[in-house]
T-cell receptor, first 116, second 114 residues
């Protein structure tokens, strides 16, 4: 049973550039949530996608955008990179119709974004 | 502002002892509670979930929930050096048809000494 996968593992970018991070959810899952984790902090929610639409969004600027494809995989795009965007970006998958109140989320290995 | 608070530690326990990790949350409407383990440089791994008041046991792990006190805890019995990691408490409220997002604490770093 394939778990959550993310690519790339690492990204090194400079300020002002744009990046795209990718995620494939766990088999049987249809919902993808993205989180940003700064060093020494807990993950912070960016947004959640299911049925190819953004369903909920955290306190992140419009520079952060996403997409979900019919096969449930998802992308996170970050435009006009700032120094403060350096972090571990985590994708979590879950099954939307799981019996409430479960909705367990399982994380992928993450993409580490660093600044040159 | 919904918050989850954890003691950042480090919490140091000897091998074989019980490690006790605590978490409080601010949103009284929260319905679901999770403990994740995160090794250095790795992603969080779900180890326990709890939804009802009381205790839930899974192997060496016991999660405890007290909604009246807005308090969640994780006990690790017979602690092993391999349990050394950061433990993240996460909380999710009831968002109707949406799954809602997880709100995380900053994590407690646990060190188990041989």
């Amino acid at each position: 049973d394939a778990g959550v996968t993310q690519s790339p593992t690492h990204l090194i970018k400079t300020r002002g550039q744009q990046v795209t991070l990718r995620c494939s959810p766990k088999s049987g899952h249809d919902t993808v949530s993205w989180y940003q984790q700064a060093l020494g902090q807990g993950p912070q929610f960016i947004f959640q996608y299911y049925e190819e639409e953004e369903r909920q969004r955290g306190n992140f600027p419009d520079r952060f955008s996403g997409h979900q494809y019919p096969n449930y995989s998802s992308e996170l795009n970050v435009n006009a990179l700032l120094l403060g965007d350096s972090a571990l970006y985590l994708c979590a998958s879950s099954y939307r119709l799981a019996v409430k109140p479960t909705y367990e989320q399982y994380f992928g290995p993450g993409t580490r974004l660093t600044d040159t | 502002q919904k918050e989850v608070e954890q003691n950042s530690g480090p919490l140091s326990v000897p091998e074989g002892a019980i490690a006790s990790l605590n978490c409080t949350y601010s949103d009284r409407g929260s319905q679901s509670f999770f403990w994740y383990r995160q090794y250095s440089g790795k992603s969080p791994e779900l180890i326990m979930s709890i939804y009802s008041n009381g205790d839930k046991e899974d192997g060496r792990f016991t999660a405890q929930l007290n909604k009246a006190s807005q308090y969640v805890s994780l006990l690790i019995r017979d602690s092993q050096p391999s349990d050394s990691a950061t433990y993240l408490c996460a909380v999710r409220g009831d968002y109707g048809g949406s799954q809602g997002n997880l709100i995380f604490g900053k994590g407690t770093k646990l060190s188990v000494k041989p």
